[in-house]
């Protein structure tokens, strides 16, 4: 093996989180070119391969696997070696959060403010998914899914639970009959999510209100069925967290129809062995479930929204 250049494994490191060379040149202040040269000095120096190169940017080989987790435990040993504290603040490093539509609503209503004073160092970089991001490519450092993950180097740790309900507006519920039952609904226009575009089996809300109903106004984005639904085109399931703010619109069955679903915090495991990002965790899930009486509505709730 020829002589190793520790600072090396900073850049393959660099590289294995972000995927593309021309990202971790700009976080670390120089060229993709610097960046290349590093890695193929590292690869020889290991005599190994440690990235397969492709459109889509770099992929870790076995080999490169397994360095990327000796690694991330001498960097958090680096972490706890004591230096002397200087007046001069740290570097801003990224951070990149992934996260449904609807708990990015909720985040930033809730969890933004304290986050960027607890964290000035951290850059934020939010990821709104309307689809699944690919956790092999490491798109994203945290993710929350509605679904656990559980094969893999990954670990997904269960945060809160939130209800979900059927809503519409007073003046939809007063141009139809009253709505008795489940069964009554087939006969309503309901807003809701593409079919083929449900990218987890959590948002497949409307086959467990009733299997035969089906939505006639489809949007990939919450945001937009909840601007139809307070529009009074139709009967939707909205969170309650996100339906709660708006005074125009009204439960449909509050007694019958009441879906629980479960956010998760999702990241590989290297990713936990870090102390930032640990200490980030642990501040995301205890913030969250802070607020959980704000994200299920109760059964003796009166029928507002």
Same mark, same amino acid.
Request: hydrophobic share 35%; aromatic share 8%; proline share 7%.
């Given at each position: 093996?020829?002589?190793?250049?520790?600072?090396?494994?900073?850049?393959?490191?660099?590289?294995?989180?972000?995927?593309?060379?021309?990202?971790?040149?700009?976080?670390?202040?120089?060229?993709?070119?610097?960046?290349?040269?590093?890695?193929?000095?590292?690869?020889?120096?290991?005599?190994?391969?440690?990235?397969?190169?492709? $459109?889509?940017?770099?992929?870790?080989? #076995?080999?490169?696997? =397994?360095? &990327?987790?000796? /690694?991330?435990? +001498?960097?958090? @040993?680096?972490?706890?070696?004591?230096?002397?504290?200087?007046?001069?603040?740290?570097?801003?490093?990224?951070?990149?959060?992934?996260?449904?539509?609807?708990?990015?609503?909720?985040?930033?209503?809730?969890?933004?403010?304290?986050?960027?004073?607890?964290?000035?160092?951290v850059l934020l970089e939010q990821i709104a998914m309307p689809?699944?991001?690919?956790?092999?490519?490491?798109?994203?450092?945290?993710?929350?899914?509605?679904?656990?993950?559980?094969?893999?180097?990954?670990?997904?740790?269960?945060?809160?639970?939130?209800?979900?309900?059927?809503?519409?507006?007073?003046?939809?519920?007063?141009?139809?009959? $009253?709505?008795?039952?489940?069964?009554? #609904?087939?006969?309503? =226009?309901? &807003?809701?999510? /593409?079919?083929? +575009?449900?990218? @987890?089996?959590?948002?497949?809300?409307?086959?467990?209100?009733?299997?035969?109903?089906?939505?006639?106004?489809?949007?990939?984005?919450?945001?937009?069925?909840?601007?139809?639904?307070?529009?009074?085109?139709?009967?939707?399931?909205?969170?309650?967290?996100?339906?709660?703010?708006?005074?125009?619109?009204?439960?449909?069955?509050?007694?019958?129809?009441?879906?629980?679903?479960?956010?998760?915090?999702?990241?590989?495991?290297?990713?936990?062995?870090?102390?930032?990002?640990?200490?980030?965790?642990?501040?995301?899930?205890?913030?969250?479930?802070?607020?959980?009486?704000?994200?299920?509505?109760?059964?003796?709730?009166?029928?507002?929204?």
């Open positions: 093996m020829s002589k190793l250049n520790w600072d090396d494994l900073r850049f393959f490191l660099a590289v294995a989180r972000e995927r593309q060379i021309s990202r971790v040149g700009r976080h670390l202040g120089t060229s993709h070119v610097t960046v290349s040269r590093r890695l193929n000095r590292l690869e020889h120096a290991l005599n190994i391969r440690l990235f397969e190169r492709n $459109p889509r940017g770099y992929e870790l080989t #076995l080999a490169g696997q =397994r360095l &990327i987790e000796t /690694i991330a435990r +001498m960097e958090q @040993a680096a972490e706890q070696i004591p230096v002397e504290q200087s007046p001069t603040p740290g570097r801003p490093r990224p951070l990149r959060f992934a996260m449904p539509e609807g708990f990015a609503s909720l985040f930033t209503r809730y969890l933004l403010p304290e986050f960027t004073d607890r964290f000035p160092l689809q699944v991001l690919s956790l092999s490519r490491r798109e994203a450092d945290i993710s929350i899914t509605l679904d656990p993950v559980t094969n893999g180097p990954y670990r997904s740790e269960r945060i809160t639970d939130y209800t979900l309900h059927l809503y519409c507006t007073p003046g939809y519920l007063a141009s139809v009959p $009253p709505i008795q039952s489940r069964e009554e #609904l087939c006969d309503h =226009r309901f &807003i809701g999510y /593409i079919e083929d +575009m449900i990218f @987890a089996p959590g948002l497949d809300y409307l086959s467990e209100v009733h299997p035969r109903i089906r939505p006639t106004i489809k949007s990939s984005s919450i945001f937009n069925q909840l601007a139809a639904i307070r529009s009074g085109l139709g009967i939707g399931v909205l969170p309650y967290y996100m339906a709660s703010k708006y005074s125009d619109l009204r439960i449909v069955l509050p007694d019958q129809v009441n879906l629980t679903r479960t956010y998760w915090l999702t990241c590989h495991r290297d990713v936990r062995q870090l102390s930032r990002e640990r200490t980030i965790i642990a501040f995301l899930i205890d913030a969250i479930r802070e607020h959980g009486d704000e994200l299920m509505r109760h059964p003796d709730a009166i029928n507002k929204p």
